[in-house]
């Protein structure tokens, strides 16, 4: 229930101080990751992610990963991202077959969800291939870079997500 309500201290106190099983599952087979997505809670499902990797590969009873119920409940491309960062895999499918792009797109998910799952199921269901080099404090120079390359649709994606065009580059001035 702490990852659920958020309450990410709790989470943190329960898996490192107790040694708490971090992929215990409810009778529909939800992991905390899972309940954490659910409801929104950024900071819990970084925790979760970075803390307790194996969760990334738990599956609920028709077969959905913490992405697929990200991808299903909410609209938030942050979330997906963290996710993504994190080694979720777009390519994983449910039991009835559909992976998370397939998902997104049946579900009506607004395009820019459609184009980030797409670019990293395209680049072999790697977030750091799709997006080689992106550091987010220097989204700026990442927004040139992907202009340079003529790579238009992630631009539009990251100023969709609310890339900081006047993002400092390590050792650079502004974008």
Do not use: W
């Not at 708490?20 to 979760?48: F, K, N, R």
């Not at 390359?149 to 992630?154: I, R, T, V």
């Not at 993002?167 to 974008?175: L, N, R």
């Amino acid at each position: 229930m702490a990852a659920y309500g958020g309450h990410t201290s709790i989470c943190k106190y329960l898996g490192e101080e107790l040694q708490a099983d971090a992929v215990c599952q409810t009778s529909e087979g939800l992991t905390p990751l899972h309940l954490a997505v659910i409801q929104h809670h950024d900071e819990t499902v970084e925790y979760m992610v970075s803390s307790f990797p194996q969760g990334l590969d738990s599956r609920a009873n028709g077969g959905e990963t913490a992405l697929h119920v990200g991808v299903l409940t909410n609209k938030d491309v942050h979330l997906l991202r963290i996710l993504l960062k994190g080694g979720c895999k777009v390519g994983e499918k449910m039991y009835d077959g559909e992976n998370v792009y397939q998902v997104a797109v049946k579900s009506g998910r607004e395009a820019g969800v459609q184009r980030l799952l797409h670019r990293v199921l395209s680049m072999g269901d790697s977030y750091q291939k799709a997006f080689p080099g992106l550091d987010e404090r220097a989204s700026g120079m990442s927004l040139i870079k992907f202009a340079c390359m003529g790579m238009h649709k992630e631009m539009e994606l990251m100023l969709l997500e609310g890339a900081d065009i006047d993002a400092m580059q390590p050792g650079a001035g502004t974008a």
